[in-house]
């Protein structure tokens, strides 16, 4: 009997340790997307949408729990926000299946992570149709979600892992918001409007969150954010490009980041960086900023062109008012999310056409995809983040 209860401890003791070790790794999550099917596709028909957890603190990037959940990767890859103790993330899910027709959906998930090898749904809460970009405080009390469908934002307070409804902001009809993100502060938010070419600017008291009536632009289009950790700029995607003077010629196919001064909505820099910029990231230590870049590769493998295409990852240095270029890779195809490693030696790219999450290693200079360590995904991967990443 002691021989029994002996080896009952030690068994015990083992998968404490094994918890312990898994809870303190760095950890980014993926949701993922089944429902996205094309004609030709290596994957025939929907598959179950799931979430995933990745230690990226190891030399090997690896997936080390998931959970069958409901994800969704259309719009902007900024549909999951991870707290900054990573002990939950908030998934968003702007659509949802219906017989074999797509529709939009408005639900906000908690997903308990204190065992990142078995993930959770803990709570499920609503926010507004076509529920996308989400972002926590940073004191972790609020929680705000753009709504594609109805021009709307959500505000959430946090009490812990949950979630209660707080209020709804109204923006302007036809602005489409595909994301939101707290200013360092907390005193304010800006909520990308999309249709509206708008960067609009919330103000936050407490638990009251308001449309402030300030808003600037900073190109056409606009598609997801990132702010400075000191809170003077606000970079964003443009996917239709830079802002046209009177007169001005259309400007060549693609999309642009740019940087504008939060206090004044100056435009400070604008850069071309290709046809659709998916997503923008910024560095734990507020140094590079990694963007996404389709460059026309949301296609099949069944596709003439799919091998003469590539997606473009670009890393720019974040500087007073500056950005400037330190590396560039070429990856798979349909580029969504990006997130990168507190070290800044990896970036994780997730491809829904291969749906699989690329890993590049980044020193300063060079950007080079290790190939050997991509993580295949079921579905199609489409907003990844860690707790650095919002």
Not at 165 to 178: F, H, M, V, Y
């Amino acid at each position: 009997m002691q021989r029994r209860e002996w080896k009952t401890g030690i068994a015990a003791l083992s998968l404490l340790l094994a918890m312990s070790a898994a809870a303190s790794a760095e950890i980014a999550v993926s949701a993922n997307d089944g429902k996205q099917t094309k004609a030709g596709d290596i994957v025939a028909g929907p598959q179950p949408d799931s979430i995933s957890v990745l230690d990226i603190s190891g030399a090997q990037v690896k997936v080390i729990g998931s959970v069958a959940a409901p994800a969704a990767m259309i719009g902007p890859p900024a549909a999951v926000a991870v707290s900054k103790d990573s002990r939950f993330a908030l998934v968003t899910v702007c659509q949802k299946l219906d017989g074999m027709n797509l529709m939009p959906d408005d639900l906000v998930e908690v997903v308990d992570l204190s065992d990142p090898t078995h993930p959770r749904v803990v709570q499920t809460a609503h926010a507004g149709p076509g529920a996308s970009g989400v972002s926590i405080s940073p004191d972790g009390k609020l929680a705000l979600v753009a709504n594609t469908e109805d021009d709307t934002v959500t505000a959430f307070s946090l009490s812990g892992e949950h979630l209660t409804r707080i209020g709804q902001i109204q923006l302007d009809a036809k602005s489409r918001p595909t994301d939101v993100v707290f200013m360092p502060d907390g005193k304010s938010a800006v909520a990308v409007a999309q249709t509206a070419s708008r960067l609009v600017v919330l103000s936050v008291n407490g638990t009251e969150v308001k449309n402030s009536g300030r808003w600037f632009s900073s190109g056409r289009s606009p598609y997801g954010a990132v702010v400075t950790h000191d809170g003077k700029y606000v970079i964003n995607t443009n996917i239709g490009g830079a802002n046209l003077a009177p007169g001005d010629p259309p400007p060549p196919r693609g999309g642009t980041i740019a940087m504008t001064d939060f206090a004044t909505g100056k435009v400070v820099a604008s850069i071309a960086v290709g046809p659709t910029p998916e997503h923008v990231v910024l560095s734990d230590d507020g140094r590079y900023i990694a963007v996404v870049v389709a460059n026309g590769t949301a296609s099949v493998r069944s596709d003439p062109k799919f091998d003469k295409v590539l997606g473009l990852l670009k890393v720019f240095a974040v500087g007073d008012g500056t950005l400037t270029q330190v590396a560039q890779a070429d990856t798979g195809h349909w580029g969504q999310g990006a997130t990168i490693s507190r070290d800044n030696k990896l970036i994780l790219l997730q491809c829904a056409a291969e749906r699989e999450i690329e890993v590049f290693r980044f020193d300063g200079t060079s950007l080079i995809q290790d190939k050997n360590a991509a993580i295949p995904i079921g579905a199609r991967p489409g907003s990844i983040s860690t707790a650095f990443s919002r």
